[in-house]
C-alpha cells in the first residue's frame, strides 16, 4: 500500500528557517516524482515544486523558484522542503503527493501545517 | 501559468445531477487529455476522482464522469449524494516542466 507521511504542524516565526518532510511507503521512491502543493487558509491548490529521486531532477513552478527549496533522501524514501527564512505568507497546509508525468496525483500525504507568526 | 477558471461555486439536489465547467487554454486543457479532477473534504487531503479528461481511478463511483472540448473540461456528478459535498479542483498537464495547473476550486453544495 502507498503511503506519504508527512511531519506534524510547526510554528515559527518570521524569518526562521523550517524543513517538513515527506516519508514515502509503498512502492519505488526512486522511479517517481514526488513534490509538494500549498494550499492558503481558504484558498486553492497550487503546485510548489517537484523532484525525481532517482537523479535528483527538479522543477519548480515559478511563482516558487527561489523561495524554497526541495530535495529528497533516497536513502529514507523521504521528500523535504525548506525555506530559509519564512514569512507571514508561507502560513498554510502543504501537502505532498505523488504526481505522474501526465500530472495527476494518485497519492497525497496527510498535510503539514505551516503557521508563521510574529 | 494562470489557474484554470472554475465557478466558484454550484448546488443541486439529492438525485440531481451538476456539471462543474473547467477552462483553460490551448498550452492547457486544449492542448493535452491529461485533465484531472480532485475532490476535497474540509480538513482532508484532495482525492483523485477523475484523470486523463474521463478516467475513473478504482473506487470511485460511477456517479461521477469527466469529459472535455476545446479548452473547457467538465465534471459531472449525477445522482448526488449528501457526501458530495466537498470541494472540487481539475488540474491540468500544462508542458515540459510536470507542473500541473489547478483551478480555483468550485464548492458544491447538496440542497
Known amino acids: 500500500e502507498v503511503q506519504l507521511v508527512q511531519s506534524g504542524a510547526e510554528v515559527k516565526k518570521p524569518g526562521e528557517s523550517l524543513k517538513i518532510s515527506c516519508k514515502a511507503s509503498?512502492?519505488?521512491?526512486?522511479?517517481?516524482?514526488i513534490g509538494w502543493v500549498r494550499q492558503m487558509p481558504g484558498k486553492g491548490l497550487e503546485w510548489m515544486a517537484i523532484?525525481?529521486?532517482?537523479?535528483?531532477?527538479?522543477r519548480y513552478s515559478p511563482s516558487f523558484q527561489g523561495q524554497v527549496t526541495i530535495s529528497a533522501d533516497k536513502s529514507i524514501s523521504t521528500a523535504y522542503l525548506q525555506w530559509s527564512s519564512l514569512k507571514a505568507s508561507d502560513t498554510a497546509m502543504y501537502y505532498c503527493?505523488?504526481?505522474?508525468?501526465?500530472?495527476?496525483?494518485?497519492?497525497w500525504g496527510q498535510g503539514t501545517l505551516v503557521t508563521v507568526s510574529s | 501559468q494562470s489557474a484554470l477558471t472554475q465557478p466558484p461555486s454550484a448546488s443541486g439536489s439529492p438525485g440531481q445531477s451538476v456539471t462543474i465547467s473547467c477552462t483553460g487554454t490551448?498550452?492547457?486543457?486544449?492542448?493535452?487529455?491529461?485533465v484531472s479532477w480532485y475532490q476535497q473534504h474540509p480538513g482532508k487531503a484532495p482525492k483523485v476522482m477523475i484523470y486523463?479528461?474521463?478516467k475513473r481511478p478504482s473506487g470511485v463511483p460511477d456517479r461521477f464522469s469527466g469529459s472535455k472540448s476545446d479548452n473547457t473540461a467538465s465534471l459531472t456528478v449525477s445522482g448526488l449524494q449528501a457526501e458530495d459535498e466537498a470541494d472540487y479542483y481539475c488540474?491540468?498537464?500544462?508542458?515540459?516542466?510536470?507542473?500541473?495547473?489547478f483551478g480555483g476550486g468550485t464548492k458544491l453544495t447538496v440542497l
Open positions: 503527493a505523488r504526481p505522474y508525468v501526465t500530472g495527476w496525483v494518485d497519492y
Open positions: 509503498g512502492y519505488t521512491f526512486t522511479t517517481s516524482w
Open positions: 523532484i525525481y529521486p532517482g537523479d535528483s531532477d527538479t
Open positions: 490551448s498550452s492547457d486543457v486544449g492542448g493535452y487529455n491529461y
Open positions: 486523463e479528461v474521463s
Open positions: 488540474s491540468s498537464y500544462a508542458g515540459t516542466n510536470y507542473l500541473g495547473v
